[in-house]
C-alpha cells in the first residue's frame, strides 16, 4: 500500500519544513525549518518520497511566511521537493494557541514543569487562548478536509493539533487518520490538572484518529491510562506500552514507534568541511583535555541548570580533575516568548559565570558556553567529546542521546536521563541518571570520565548501531502502515 504511487499523505504541523524571511531589498529567502519533530519527519518523508505523493500543511508563523503564503498557494521545500502549504492564521489566534496553549499549558504538562503551588491558574485569560486553540484546530481541520482524497493517509503532529484528528474526522469521516505525539505524556493525576472539559477535549480530538503514536512505551502506557482514568474508555493493553482505546463508538490503535537516526547521512554530514573546521577549533581550546558535551535548546525540560550544578560539584568532589577536564555547553535561544525561559536562560548565564569565577585559573576555562545556534560546530563537538551529557527532566525520545554517539571518534560515554524515551532504546549502554539528583550526575560524570577507551568505543558503538535501526523511514512507514 505504502508503494501505491497514486496515493496522497498529508502532513500536518505547526512548524513546517521551510520558513521565510525578508531580505534587505524585500524579496524572501527561504530556510528549513528547525527542531526535532520537523527533521525526524523530513527524512522519514524524503525516504519514501519517490513512492508516494506528499503535501505538508503547516502555519506561516512569520509576516514573512504569510507573505509567502499570500503570494502561491504552495510553496516549494517540503521533503523531497514535496510542496507546502502554508496556512495563513490570524497572528492573535495564533498567539493563544502556540504560546498560550501548546507551550504554556500543554508543554508544561506534558513534561511535568508546572510550579504548583504558583502555576497554573485557569482564569479568564486561559478561556481565551483555549478558544483560539479550538478554533486554529478547526483552521487546520479545514484545510485538510479541502485536500483529502479517497484513499489519503493523513499523519498530524503533535499537541499543537490534539483537537485536529476528532475535528477531521467529523468533516471526512472516511479518512484514514494517524496522530503522533513526539512529547512525553503525563500520568492521570498530573494530566488532571487541565480543566476538567479541556481534559476530556485534548483526549478526546486524538481519538478521532485511528491510529496516536507515541515514541517511547512509558508515553504510550501514560495515555491509555488517561483515557481510562478521564474519559471512562475501554482499554486493551498490548506488547510495550502499545493497546487500544474503544470510545464514543470507535477504536483507535495506540502504537509505540522509537525514533533513530540515519547514521550514515549523519556521518556525512559530520565530515564535512565546515564541521571539520570546528572540530579542529574546539580541539584547540580543549589542548587534550577530556570534554564533557551537551547540545540542547535552552528548554526548561533539558534540566541545563542541574547539569552545571553537577558539573560544579564534580570540580568539588574530585578535584583531580581541575585543569584536566572541560564542559562544552551549548544552549541555544528557545520560546523567549515566554518569561520561564528568558529567566532560564538568565539562570544559565549566572551559573556559567559562578563555575568560571570559582574554578577557573589563568590557563584553564572549566567552561564554555556557547549560546548561538551553530549546527556544524554541534556536531564537531559531538566528534570529539568523551562525555555526552543529556539529563532532562522528561524528554519524549531525545535524538543528541543518538547522534553523539554516531558521531563520536574516539567513542564517548553517554550520562543519560532515565527519563529521556531514549532510556528505554539504549540506556542499557548509557550511565543512566535520576535527572534530579545532582549528585548522582556528578558521580556518573566521573565514572564515565574514568570509563576506559575501549569499553566507551563499544558502548558508543552499540548505541549507533540500536539507533542506526530506528532510522526515520523505518519509524515513518510503521505509522503508514499502520493506517493501512
Ligand atoms: C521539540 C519537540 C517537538 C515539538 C517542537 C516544537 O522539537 O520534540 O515535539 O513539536 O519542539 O518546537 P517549536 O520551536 O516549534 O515550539
Redesign the pocket.
Known sequence: MTNDPRRLVLVA???GPVSFSFAEDGSLITRR???????GMMSGLAAIAADVEILWLCTA?SDADREAARRGDRVAGGPGDAPVRMLEIPPDMLDGA?NGI??SVL?FVHHLLFDTPNQPRFGAGFRRDWSRYMAYNVAFADALAQECRAGTRVLI????LALAPRLLRERHPRARIAHF???PWAPPDYYRLLPDDVAVAILDGMLGADHAGFLAGRWAGAFLDCCQAVLGARVSRGAGGSGQVRYRGRTTEVGVHPLGVDGTALRARGRETDVEAHAVALAAIAKGRQLIVRVD?T?LSKNIVRGLAAYRELLLTHPAWLGRVMHLAFAYP??SELAEYRDYTAHVHRLAGEINAEFGTRDWEPLVLEVRDDYARSLAACRIADVLLVNPLR???NLVAEEGPILSERGCALVLSREAGAAALIGDEALVVNPYDVTATAEALHAALCMPAAERRRRAGAIAARASGRAPRRWLTEQLDALG
Open positions: 504541523s505547526n512548524r525549518g528547525g527542531g526535532g519533530m520537523v527533521s508563523l502556540y501548546a507551550n508543554w503532529q503533535d499537541y499543537h505525539e513526539h512529547t535548546r528548554e528557545s520560546r524528554d519524549g525520545m
